[in-house]
C-alpha cells in the first residue's frame, strides 16, 4: 500500500513529535512541514532531509493528502479550515479551539464537506485508558462513585491559554471517554499569580446526571510532576499513574460494603481492604496510535475516534469552567449557562 501524504503544520515542541512519530510510520510520509518560526524550519531542514520545509501554509497543502494541525490553539480554526476546503482530512491537535463558535464551524464545515476531523485527545488512546474503559464497560469497578485527576507541574507557562485550556483537555476527554456521558453542571475555581488574567493554578469539578463526580487539578506552578487518574468505584478503585515507567495501572479491591440485611444504618457499613493488582498493559505510545488511526480514518478505513463533536463537547466544558472561574467558582449550569 502507498503511504499517506501527511503535513504536519506547527512544528513547535509537540508538532515535532508529530513529525518523528509520522516519519517512523510504516503507512504515512511527512509530505511537508510547515512553520512560521525560521529556526524551527532550520532544524526541521536539517533533521528532515529532502522533505518540503516551508512557511508557506499553501504550498504544505498542497502536497498533503492528509494535514496535522499543531500550532497554538488560537490558530487552530483558519488551518484546520483551509485543510477541510481542500477536502484534506485533518486531525487538530487539543484545544480543537478556544470557543465553541469556532469549534463548531469547524465541525459543520467538516460535516458539510465529508471530510473527516480526528480531535488530538491524545490520552483516549493511551493503553491504559483504553484498558481502563474496558474495566468500567465490564463493570469491573462496580457504580463508579467519583473520579479525580492530577496534572501539575513547573512550566511551561502559556502566554495565551491559562492551565485550564492547555490541560484540560486532556482529562476532560478522558472523563468523557470511560464515563460515557457529558457533565451537566461545571465549575471551576483557579488564580492566576504570574500573568494577568492568566490562571497558572486551575480546580475543577464536573458533576454527571448518573450522580457521578469528576475533578480535575491542573497547575504549571507546582513543585511536583504528576499525571495521575484515580476512579472509586462500589467494587473497586483504581489509579493510573502515567508517572511511573511500568506498572501504571493500580486496581485495589477496597471499598465500603453494606450487608443488604442492615438497611442504611451507618454502624452497619464496613470497609474492605483487599487485594492490589496491577494488570499487565501492554506499552505502546499513544501519539502513534493516534496517528496511525488517523491514517485509516484519512483513508476512510475507520470512523474517528474522536470526533469534531467530541472537540465542540469538550471546548463547551471549557467554555462553561471559564465562565465559572471569572464568576469565583460558582456551579454552571451546561444547558442553560446559568448559575445553579
Ligand atoms: N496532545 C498533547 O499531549 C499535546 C502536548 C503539548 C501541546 N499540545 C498542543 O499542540 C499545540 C502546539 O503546542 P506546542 O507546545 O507545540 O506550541 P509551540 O508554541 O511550542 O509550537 C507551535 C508552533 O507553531 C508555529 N506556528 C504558529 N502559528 C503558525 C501558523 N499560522 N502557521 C504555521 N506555523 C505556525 C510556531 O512557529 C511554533 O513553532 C497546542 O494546541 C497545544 O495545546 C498537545
Redesign the pocket.
Known sequence: MTRLKVAV?????????HVRSLAALPEADVAAV????QS?REAMARQYPGTLVT?S?DK?LEAAEAVV????????P??ASAAIERGLPVLV???FALSVKEATQMAELGASRGVPILV????VFHPVVERLKAMIGAGDLGQIYYLYSQRVNLG?V?PD?NAL??FG??DVSVALELLGQAPTKVAAHGKSYLQPGVEDVVFMTMEFASGVMAHVQMSWLDPHKERRLTVVGSSKMVVFDDMQAREKLKVYDKGVDRPPEYGSYGESLTVRQGDISIPLVPGGE??KA?LRHFVRVARGEEEPRQTAEDGVTVVRILEAATESLSRGGTLVDMTTGAEV
Open positions: 503544520i506547527g512544528a513547535g515542541n509537540w508538532g515535532r513529535n510547515c512553520d512560521l518560526d524551527v512557511d501554509v504544505a494541525v499543531a500550532t497554538p490553539a488560537v490558530e487552530h483558519k488551518l491537535e487539543k484545544p488530538g485527545h491524545l490520552l511551561q502559556r491559554e485550556w492547555s483537555p486532556h499513544p501519539l493516534e
